[in-house]
């Protein structure tokens, strides 16, 4: 064996392999990149030749476990108890849908609470796996972004009906209900949504989704189109249009393709929220968009294919649009940035109204974001409570607080598990008092409530 192993070689047999090894990576390049983009020019072996390339990450995976679902900075909050604290007298009133990656059973799992106690009312664990087994139409790049297991699937913005249906997706998969077990009722499998999951007020919904493939010209073939969805109470679609068709019919090419360098995302479109009443500066039927790539938010009313207003900054890379009352609205202020360095958050994240009527901006929460250090680089959401109070999840540190705007905390919910880590949440939902009770209610008419 040694013999072998220190056997002399002819220089001729060196310059003979040199060249026929460059041609085999470059053939092996070129299945890679053409396995990348479902381009099957060379039969099975791109898929065979993209699975050789992925094996790295596939080992890294293995040994990393479920670090992809902690918090980016799992042990930030150590010195905090793990689970709900309520360190005043004051309490906030209703219900939230916890929406959480549970560390200890690796698996996602959204909690109905009730926020008096911190007490679980009703919990599910949907089983992804199940409901995504017989999806026949998979695309490999959602299958990469998700994995589509009970350990990567997270439950991104539910939506729980007054009868009692889970309404659930993950980043770039599909719509699903639910029922109290968590057993399927109806699924949406022809329209791959993500972000954001807002009522349109008459049973459906607003989704961001996608165009697959892109129709736009000359756009690269990894180009994302961002679509606006709507669907209604059991997940068919009503309409959807192209975000990128709409920038370029109001000549905005400016903001989406620039000579200095090409962009896949232009737009990552985050939030779909509807308008519900009419209002001074607004109409019923009208959507707010929020781009986050864009730092934009704009007001549009696809009845007429109309932007009534826009506006870009001081928001950065902001989060979920509110609307407030008659002349404001509240966006999730992330404030983050990317100078080539790495991506940052200036100080904290914000809660930036803009007022229609004054063309006023103002940060009203300011010392409560500050004071209590909320600080979420991508994702993160925010609701008014009724007495003026504040809930923002801090999605990416697997933090959820509500406090006054004087910044003294009424609930603080700390997303660790007993390894003493925290992991990332889901978009949690709050609800009004009567919203809770009445779902509560169609769930214990069922024989797997409670």
Request: charge should be negative; hydrophobic fraction near 40%.
């Amino acid at each position: 064996m040694k013999r072998f192993l220190f056997k002399r070689i002819e220089l001729w047999v060196v310059l003979l392999l040199m060249p026929i090894g460059l041609l085999v990576l470059v053939a092996f390049g070129a299945a890679v990149l053409d396995g990348t983009r479902n381009g099957n020019r060379f039969g099975p072996l791109s898929e065979v030749a993209l699975n050789v390339a992925k094996i790295p990450d596939t080992v890294k995976d293995l040994f990393k476990g479920n670090r992809a679902m902690m918090a980016f900075v799992p042990d930030r909050f150590d010195n905090r108890p793990a689970g709900w604290t309520f360190p005043g007298a004051t309490r906030a009133e209703g219900y939230l849908l916890l929406s959480r990656y549970d560390g200890n059973a690796s698996r996602h799992v959204v909690e109905l609470v009730d926020l008096s106690d911190g007490t679980v009312r009703h919990e599910w664990r949907p089983d992804a796996e199940a409901l995504l087994a017989e999806v026949t139409n998979r695309d490999s790049r959602i299958v990469e972004y998700t994995n589509w297991n009970n350990k990567r699937y997270r439950v991104i913005h539910p939506y729980l009906t007054s009868g009692g249906e889970l309404i659930i997706k993950d980043h770039d998969t599909f719509l699903f209900s639910v029922d109290a077990c968590g057993g399927e009722l109806w699924g949406q499998t022809e329209e791959v949504v993500h972000h954001s999951t807002e009522p349109d007020g008459a049973g459906g919904f607003w989704l961001p989704g996608y165009f697959e493939p892109s129709e736009i010209m000359r756009a690269g073939p990894n180009f994302l189109d961002n679509a606006i969805v709507h669907v209604d109470a059991k997940g068919n679609v009503i309409s959807k249009k192209s975000a990128t068709r709409i920038l370029l019919r109001h000549g905005m090419e400016y903001a989406l393709f620039t000579a200095g360098g090409y962009q896949n995302d232009p737009i990552h479109l985050n939030d779909v929220q509807p308008v519900l009443e009419d209002g001074p500066h607004w109409k019923k039927g009208d959507l707010f968009l929020s781009f986050r790539h864009m730092s934009m938010v704009m007001l549009y009313r696809p009845a007429t294919d109309e932007i009534v207003w826009m506006r870009q900054g001081p928001w950065l890379a902001q989060h979920d649009v509110d609307i407030l009352d008659d002349h404001r609205i509240a966006i999730f202020n992330n404030k983050a940035y990317d100078r080539g360095t790495k991506p940052r958050v200036h100080n904290t994240n914000q809660i930036t109204v803009y007022d229609f009527a004054t063309d006023e901006i103002s940060n009203p929460w300011a010392r409560a974001m500050e004071s209590n250090d909320v600080k979420t680089l991508f994702e993160g959401l925010f609701t008014v409570l009724p007495g003026d109070l504040l809930m923002a999840e801090e999605e990416n540190s697997g933090r959820l607080l509500i406090v006054t705007r004087d910044g003294d905390t009424v609930a603080e919910f700390i997303n660790k598990a007993s390894d003493g880590l925290a992991y990332r949440m889901g978009w949690s939902r709050y609800m009004t008092v009567d919203e809770g009770d009445a779902a509560l209610s169609a769930l214990a008419k069922t024989p797997c409530s409670g």
